[in-house]
């Protein structure tokens, strides 16, 4: 398998996994996709489900990451996805339970069992093993630099914390988490891990990230590395999921006629990109619900055709603040599918386009015309009274305690479900354990705190306060991070 770049031209070369793994964003600012996307047919699929049934998620997931893996042993795969996937660093030994929600009438995917009580773990912690593997075969060092608005950062830190060869900077949107996403990021003690509040919202962390990623002699003598979804290895991670999915709300037989929705709480288009791709290999998904919340850039895309991604000031600080995004990056992958995987058309709307006029427009071409037949999107958007609305009358209606995120998932999935035929499963993202003031205001009461949080607040913290300057960051990571020892 080959991957190239959403911004390539015709005849640029293509990569394999190995080197995009440590590569993260393409040197041409694209983002990297397999040159083709697998397929699963329904013996495949049959045959994931045998695995999932007998041998568990981690053993179905290596079978799904060898699909796009050729430079890695099988067996190699299967090891990493057992260590990744275990009890006790997950809460549930079926990894990802899907649930019906009685009362609602959809399903709730339970993607935050995880170390860190988000989804992100789900892909994180196979890249702390995929990271550890590669750069031990090639005798290498690699310094993460990362941007968070609130649960990517803790997620990476937890995987590659003890990981020999390895360094995080992570960047935080000063002001912008919750006290227990602070908490659980800024007390960590490890020396290779340094936290950094920037003087900005996310967007302006992750264009950072990305700035550093573009000075290729910076990048070069620091052997900078992504844990961003911009890293296609998180993106594949998260493929599997659904269609383990799949496997949990379908039965034994099941062919392409068994159509699934998935409502997917949305920022940066991670989630929802890792379902459109597992939705081209031919995983039998009808919609694909793009939720977000007051931060809407997407749902306007998907409702009007026009993606314009909106500035610092107007970027608001919410009740999901994870989702406070406004330049979702990964959207980039989808449009590259959506214009038939022409890079030179990719790059004049998200380099030019965007750069002289902060926005595209596409209302007027058969490609959104088909959004929603051919790739089955469809969005909606949910508010901070919405949310706390959806969290109260879950709760009442079917016992169950949904975080911000979840919620708004949640509300726009009963505004859809009349429009959607079929299994509706709205995808959990976070535990409520992680946005405490939300919940009570929602419900009167505080969170319930799992065991293995408890304490986690009032440690001391490490964090250095950074001007949102690219330079700036430089010289951070030139005074932070020593060269490092190969793992
Ligand atoms: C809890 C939570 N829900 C949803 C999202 C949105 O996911 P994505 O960025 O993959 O769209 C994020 C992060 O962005 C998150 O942390
Ligand atoms: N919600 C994320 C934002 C970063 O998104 P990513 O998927 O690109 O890592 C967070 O919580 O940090």
């Known amino acids: 398998m080959r991957y190239i770049s959403t911004r390539r031209g015709s005849d640029a070369p293509t990569s394999s996994f190995s080197d995009i793994l440590l590569e993260g964003l393409a040197p041409d600012g694209g983002l990297y996709l397999p040159e083709e996307y697998p397929t699963l047919e329904a013996p495949d699929l049959e045959r994931l489900r045998v695995a999932l049934r007998e041998d568990g998620y981690a053993a179905m997931a290596a079978r799904v990451l060898a699909l796009?893996?050729?430079?890695?042993?099988?067996e190699d795969l299967a090891a990493m996805a057992a260590r990744a996937y275990s009890a006790p660093s997950f809460s549930d030994p079926q990894i990802v339970p899907v649930t019906a929600l009685e009362g609602a009438g959809v399903h709730l995917a339970h993607l935050s069992g995880g170390p860190t009580a988000a989804f992100k773990d789900m892909a994180m912690q196979l890249l702390g093993e995929l990271f550890e593997y590669e750069l031990t075969r090639c005798g290498d060092w690699l310094t993460v630099v990362g941007a968070t608005s609130g649960d990517t950062g803790?997620?990476?830190?937890?995987a590659l914390r003890a990981r020999?060869?390895?360094?995080?900077?992570?960047?935080t949107?000063?002001?912008?988490?919750?006290?227990?996403?602070?908490?659980?990021?800024?007390?960590l003690p490890d020396d290779n891990i340094v936290n950094v509040a920037v003087d900005g919202v996310f967007d302006d962390c992750?264009?950072?990230?990305?700035?550093?990623?573009?000075?290729?002699?910076f990048k070069a003598a620091w052997h900078v590395g992504a844990v961003n979804s911009i890293n296609w290895a998180r993106l594949l991670a998260q493929v599997c999921y659904y269609v383990a999915t799949w496997l949990r709300v379908t039965e034994e037989g099941a062919d392409a006629s068994s159509r699934v929705s998935v409502v997917v709480p949305t920022g940066n288009f991670g989630n929802v990109c890792a379902a459109h791709i597992a939705r081209q290999m031919g995983l039998p998904l009808g919609a694909l619900v793009v939720a977000t919340n007051e931060n809407d850039v997407l749902d306007e895309f998907f409702r009007t055709g026009v993606y314009r991604p909106r500035s610092r000031a107007h970027t608001l600080a919410t009740s999901s603040p994870s989702m406070?995004?406004?330049?979702?990056s990964n959207f980039e992958r989808f449009i590259f599918d959506l214009l038939g995987r022409d890079g030179d058309a990719t790059r004049a709307l998200f380099d030019r386009a965007l750069g002289r006029d902060g926005f595209f427009d596409l209302s007027d071409t058969p490609e959104f015309a088909s959004l929603r037949d051919t790739y089955g999107?469809?969005?909606g958007t949910s508010t901070h009274a919405d949310r706390l609305a959806e969290i109260a009358r879950t709760e009442k209606e079917s016992g169950y305690l949904l975080d911000p995120h979840t919620a708004d998932g949640m509300h726009v999935a009963r505004a859809l479900r009349g429009q959607i035929d079929g299994p509706l499963v709205v995808m959990e993202t976070a535990l409520p354990v992680k946005f405490a003031d939300t919940i009570f205001e929602a419900t009167r009461h505080l969170p319930p705190v799992p065991?293995?949080?408890e304490g986690i607040e009032g440690q001391v913290e490490r964090v250095t306060a950074l001007a949102n300057s690219a330079d700036a960051l430089k010289e951070l990571i030139a005074q932070r991070i020593s060269p490092g020892s190969p793992a």
Not at 164 to 171: A, D, E, F, K, N
Not at 174 to 183: C, D, N, S
Not at 324 to 328: E, G, L, N, P, T
């Open 68 to 74: 796009f893996i050729d430079d890695i042993p099988a």
């Open 154 to 158: 803790s997620s990476a830190e937890y």
């Open 164 to 171: 020999p060869g390895l360094s995080v900077v992570m960047l």
């Open 173 to 187: 949107p000063a002001g912008r988490m919750t006290a227990f996403q602070r908490a659980q990021m800024f007390s």
């Open 206 to 217: 992750q264009d950072l990230v990305k700035a550093i990623n573009m000075d290729a002699d």
């Open 324 to 328: 406070d995004i406004s330049k979702a």
């Open 377 to 379: 999107f469809v969005s």
């Open 451 to 453: 065991a293995r949080f």
